[in-house]
């Protein structure tokens, strides 16, 4: 156990919806990251947040927003949802940075798993 | 174009024997590289960070090094283990924008 929770689990939805994502990060952790894994694919770096203030950003659509709130928990919202975003999202946490000169360790959650029909 | 690739795509080998997987990476400037393990439908799991001055690092049977000047780093297995089948995933961090950039992973597969 990473000490990184995800909610939910599991989200199975209509194209075009919207839905939230949830991520509370380890205790003590400044940082968040998004990332989104499709099936058989490698992870895509979608955003990193730092003590509420976005510090990098990726390959993050349009469609896709996220924040970190002040008790440090991130939502994740994906709207106009279409097929191709069915994949598993993952949140890391870390306690200042793991990149920019730190070298702190991200640990991630175990996922949420978006189906989008 | 800040870059990371790694070899083999898969790999298979039976169990107890040792296994070497590559990265080469074009990011600039550099800042840390880090190998991930990641379980199939798991969040990945940090094996390894090394700095620009380290070119060494050891974590139980996983030894990764890095030659900074060849931008290169492996990771090696040594006696592997069905556990040890995984996908292995090489992180640069590009050191002026916070930016991570990922490989696509190596797929071991550890036979018995």
């Known amino acids: 156990d990473s000490g990184v929770t995800q909610t939910p689990k599991h989200l199975i939805t209509a194209t075009g919806q919207r839905v939230t994502l949830r991520c509370s990060p380890r205790?003590?952790?400044?940082?968040v990251y998004w990332y989104q894994q499709s099936l058989d694919q490698g992870l895509q770096f979608l955003i990193q947040?730092?003590?509420?203030?976005?510090?990098a950003k990726g390959n993050i659509l349009e469609r896709f927003s996220a924040q970190q709130f002040p008790d440090l928990h991130s939502e994740l919202n994906l709207s106009s949802l279409e097929l191709g975003d069915s994949a598993l999202y993952f949140c890391?946490?870390?306690?200042?940075?793991?990149?920019?000169?730190?070298?702190?360790?991200?640990?991630f959650g175990p996922g949420t798993r978006l189906t989008v029909l | 174009k800040n870059q990371v690739e790694q070899s083999p795509q898969s790999l298979i080998i039976l169990e107890g024997k040792n296994c070497t997987l590559q990265?080469?990476?074009?990011?600039?400037?550099?800042?840390?590289l880090r190998w991930y393990k990641q379980d199939t439908g798991r969040g990945p799991v940090s094996l390894t960070i090394?700095?620009?001055s380290e070119n060494t690092k050891s974590n139980g049977r996983y030894t990764a090094t890095l030659d900074a000047d060849t931008k290169q780093s492996s990771l090696h297995i040594t006696a592997s283990q069905l556990s040890d089948s995984a996908s292995y995933i090489c992180?640069?961090?590009?050191?002026?924008?916070?930016?991570?950039?990922w490989g696509a992973g190596t797929k071991l597969i550890i036979k018995p």
């Open positions: 890391a946490s870390s306690k200042r940075g793991a990149s920019g000169g730190l070298t702190d360790t991200q640990y």
């Open positions: 205790s003590g952790d400044l940082s």
């Open positions: 947040y730092y003590n509420g203030e976005e510090r």
């Open positions: 990265c080469n990476y074009t990011v600039s400037p550099f800042s840390n």
């Open positions: 090394m700095t620009f």
């Open positions: 992180v640069v961090s590009e050191d002026s924008n916070y930016q991570l950039i």
